[in-house]
């Protein structure tokens, strides 16, 4: 089958307090991901995802997302192996976003594509100065797993 | 002051591996921000900021956004007392997301307007058939922690 049906959106009561999976893809078919590792809750990355990328995601049980730079379904570790099994989806109360928790796997259980395990690898200064741009450094707080250049071949 | 100047976006290497904050607000101004309980990682909402509510969240250290509903500054807890203090700011690798870690306080310490710890208290069911709509079934994770008819006076 390659049909792609969600149930329609209804009503506030239904969509926020129902029981039934209504998820707002919006006007460009998309609807945010969050993902989160399962074992640890680390936010592993977010992206987005159209109505087939998350039935391929219900199909498989590997994440799959809709990559908007080139516009196509993006299993996420088909290149690089760093799947992520699915083990858990949300939604949030007005269920606008997805939220899935998933089992980093691979070679170096890496989501992000500079090789960090998180996409959230840097974090701000405490000490940053809202009226001094300058002064708005990141330090970062792990390091890579893999080394991008030998694991994403050139194209 | 009422400038709200970030650092402009370099190259992708300055963004990607680099330690200054650059942010991408889109085309609406707008960033997404996920927002995680700096205790126990639990994922408590997903809203947006503009760079008006990110230096007033980074100057008052409580967590405000912008609202897209009501087209204004969203000062977390202003109404309900569910204000969320800052505890750390991260951006992702192409800095077009922020995850910020707060303390949620309040006297229900909840997140959701349904009166939730956090927006995302159900669970798609572990059995849907991506072919079949009518199974997907959501199942609720925790009870509310207050009432919202009594927390939001009506308007």
Redesign the interface.
Known sequence: ?S?Y???ARTTTAEI??????QPKFGPDGLI?C?T?DVH????L??AFMNAESL?HT??TKKATYWSRSRNKLWVKGEESGNVQQLR??????DQD?L?IKVEQTGTANAS???G?KS??????A?D?N??D??S??????SKPLFDPATVYRKK
């Open positions: 089958m049909s049906v969600y149930p926020e307090l129902g029981t039934t999976l945010p969050i989160q640890t809750g680390e936010v990355m977010f039935t219900l199909r858990e989806v949300r939604t949030d109360c976003v939220l992000c594509h500079n960090y996409c959230f690898y840097r974090q701000l405490a940053v809202p009226d741009p300058s708005f450094k990141l330090s970062f707080t």
